[in-house]
């Protein structure tokens, strides 16, 4: 069984360039490797799920390294969960690609950013973990600009700029904390750690923290978010949220829970940041105008949720079975949650050719089928009873009210943690409030110009589109059925990768107190809409028409007031430093001109004397052409070699022979394409290039600072 890890790993790497060369001759033959490909790994992780062996492979002598990888029951659980996602969003992608263009390359990336992915969730060390983590951020960068459109562009600059220090950031941490353990397995490190001050291991925790927490979404790396979901396609965008944000959770989990299991001031560090994604995150989705960035704000917010729960296991230490428990199973309702939110986004764009949900108001009127798999997902990340969200926001909740309680035993002062929690209930009201905004907007809503267009439109979804969002809708809801049942199965299962056990009580999710907790989210989120979004975020226009307006100023753009003039400030000051270093140069240059002369100089002697030899003495007896009149040597010796071979077959079988040079011209022009499009590339990659300089810059500066 352990072989079936590797095999689920490598073959989407295999199947990829060959879907993208089938789509050159049909494209439906790429959508079917893709699904085939998506199946055979979601049937071999399925079965490796089910058997509940906890199977590990390593591969030993990689690059000096060894690459392990192993199965227990978080691992396998979620990277089956990524399994179904792309097995959704491919049956999906035909619809949605059907008038699009490179649907090819979408397909080949697809691929390979589900086998990098199934790495970085199967990985048993941090080294085998980041190898996969860069590969994931470099073909997922493809899904973000896939539209080439001037947005797609920028945000896929910032989305590459993240990644690209977020990785070198994160490499610097753990060669710093491999000098302190010698090891970066996970199962090695708390033994590791053995004698070593958990001050020692602030700095190379907080800048892998900062690789990691950039793939989350986590504040202040997040500004990739909003602006990249938005103008990736929707299948693209469901796996960047659901999948992709939970590849830098994972890591997170890694390091808190092998580093930072009982230490107060990382789950302080934890808790703080997630409270401020959680908040904002929300108040950005609930002003947003356009429905895919309300959904990638909402994802932010989410975040934040997990975040939360993330700290909340570092500061209750060995009692954090809530808080693990709330944490698993907000990961996988979330991503369940984002997969069923943006392909019905994708349903929605692909009939109106429109995110704005003034021009989207009333689609969904006549919908009935997308109407409820749209209301699955917003009841559950809303946290109404009886759907999944409802229970993991629950856990979440106990868990800092445990810990209130705890503070409040022990005569300490627990008012920071009382008002995370009044933070966490607001938020929940935001949350309701924004998925009762859109859904009222889609469903209910009338559009004042365009509704006997949207009425008139035929069948929204075809049959593999229905397939995909109907089996996750479904999905979905029955696991928030019954939240004792299965979903509870499946975090007591995740526990002991996050060093925690099963609690000692069972949780009664339909207790008074829990559902007192959550009608209060529910009820303030109703008053919210009631006043904030009626009274404030709709106004009438010019025409007497009520729309939906956006008032978030845009100079809080934290992208555009403070990290793209901060790289620039480093560019400048780097181009500063270098400015006397270019006097000596100069100094060098015109030495090596004075010294490349005299060579010459003796070269054309040499030359000169060679040449009166060939002529006299060494004259050959039969002189060749050097001369070549297209490409290279290369190419004008095969191409000669081609043409007499062609002339020769062609007089024996009495064909008419080509014409005259046509082999030697035909390479020529390959031969050229090849260099073209090489100096394409590398300009595409110039951007990425100066960053990735100016990281190394920043490291080599850091090196001599310590």
């Known amino acids: 069984m352990e072989y079936l890890i590797p095999i689920a790993i490598a073959l989407p790497f295999v199947l990829a360039v060959p879907a993208y060369v089938l789509s050159k001759k049909q494209v439906q033959a790429a959508y079917a490797v893709m699904i085939a490909a998506c199946t055979a790994v979601f049937a071999m992780l399925a079965y490796v799920f089910v058997q509940n062996a906890e199977p590990a492979f390593q591969l030993n002598g990689i690059l000096s390294l060894n690459i392990s990888f192993k199965a227990d029951g978080f691992r396998s659980m979620y990277a089956l969960v990524a399994a179904f996602m792309w097995l959704m969003t491919s049956l999906f992608a035909p619809q949605y690609f059907h008038h699009g263009h490179a649907q090819g390359r979408y397909a080949m990336f697809t691929l390979l950013t589900l086998g990098a992915t199934l790495g970085v969730f ?8 980041f190898l996969f983590f860069e590969i994931l951020s470099f073909t997922s960068y493809c899904w973000v600009i896939h539209e080439e459109t001037p947005g797609a562009m920028r945000a896929g600059q910032t989305y590459l700029a993240i990644a690209i220090l977020g990785g070198m950031a994160m490499l610097m941490g ?26 020692e291991l602030y700095l190379p925790g907080a800048l892998i923290l900062a690789g990691f927490g950039a793939k989350a979404g986590m504040y202040p790396l997040h500004v990739w978010l909003p602006k990249a979901h938005p103008v990736a396609p929707a299948p693209a965008s469901a796996l960047l949220s659901g999948i992709l944000t939970k ?41 947003s105008t356009d429905l895919k960035r309300t959904l990638a704000c909402s994802s932010m917010s989410q975040i934040g949720f997990i ?35 943006f392909m019905a986004a994708g349903v929605v764009y ?15 009127r006549r919908k009935p089928g997308l109407m409820l798999i749209f209301m699955t997902g917003a009841a559950s990340i809303s946290g109404i009873p009886f759907f999944s969200g409802y229970a993991s926001k629950t856990l979440l909740h106990e868990a800092v009210i445990e810990y209130v309680h705890h503070l409040d035993a022990l005569g300490h002062n627990s008012t920071l943690y009382q008002g995370a929690e009044w933070l966490f209930v607001i938020t929940g009201g935001i949350t309701f409030c924004y998925m009762l905004k859109l859904f009222i907007v889609i469903f209910v809503q009338k559009h004042p110009t365009r509704q006997e267009e949207h009425d008139k439109r035929g069948r929204s979804m075809s049959a593999l589109s229905t397939a995909a969002l109907g089996l996750s809708a479904l999905v979905l809801f029955a696991l928030g059925l019954r939240p004792e049942g299965a979903l509870t199965a499946l975090a007591n299962r995740s526990l002991p990768f996050l060093l925690a056990h099963e609690p000692a009580h069972e949780v009664h999710y339909l207790a008074w107190v829990n559902l007192y907790g959550g009608g209060k989210s529910l009820i303030l989120g109703l008053v919210l809409y009631v006043t904030v979004v009626r009274l404030w975020l709709i106004k009438k226009d010019a025409n007497g028409i009520q729309t939906y307006i956006n008032p978030w100023p845009q100079w809080l753009d934290l992208e555009d007031r403070l990290y793209r003039p901060v790289v620039s400030m480093l560019t400048g000051l780097g181009m500063l430093i270098c400015r006397p270093l270019g006097a000596i140069e100069r100094v060098f240059t015109a030495l090596y001109a004075a010294l490349t002369f005299v060579v010459r100089l003796f070269d054309s002697l040499v030359d000169a004397v060679s040449l009166l030899l060939m002529r006299t003495i060494l004259k050959p007896s039969v002189q060749s052409n050097p001369y070549v009149p297209v490409g290279n040597k290369f190419t004008f010796g095969l191409g000669r070699l081609m043409d007499t071979l062609s002339t020769f077959f062609r007089s024996v079988l009495g064909m008419q022979p080509k014409a005259q040079h046509h082999y030697i011209r035909l390479y020529a022009a390959v031969y050229s394409t090849a260099q073209d499009t090489l100096r394409r590339m590398l300009k595409t990659l110039s951007f990425g290039l100066i960053l990735f300089a100016l990281a190394i810059v920043l490291f080599l500066a850091f090196l001599l600072i310590k």
Do not use: C
């Open 122 to 129: 199967l990985s048993n060390d941090l080294i085998t973990a």
């Open 174 to 199: 753990l060669m710093l904390l491999h000098v302190k353990t010698g090891t970066l397995a996970f199962e090695a490190l708390p033994q590791a750690l053995q004698g070593i001050e958990v001050s």
């Open 247 to 287: 590849v830098g959770i994972y890591g997170i989990l890694v390091l808190s829970t092998r580093l930072f299991f009982d230490d107060v001031l990382w789950g302080n560090l934890l808790l703080g940041l997630g409270l401020i994604n959680m908040l904002l995150g929300a108040v950005l989705a609930l002003f």
């Open 307 to 341: 975040l939360l729960g993330v700290g909340m296991q570092s500061l209750l230490g060995e009692h954090n079975a809530l808080a693990a428990q709330g944490t698993v199973l907000h990961m996988l309702n979330h991503s369940l949650i984002k997969l069923v939110l």
């Open 350 to 364: 692909l009939n109106t050719h429109s995110l704005n949900l003034n021009e989207i108001q009333g689609y969904g």
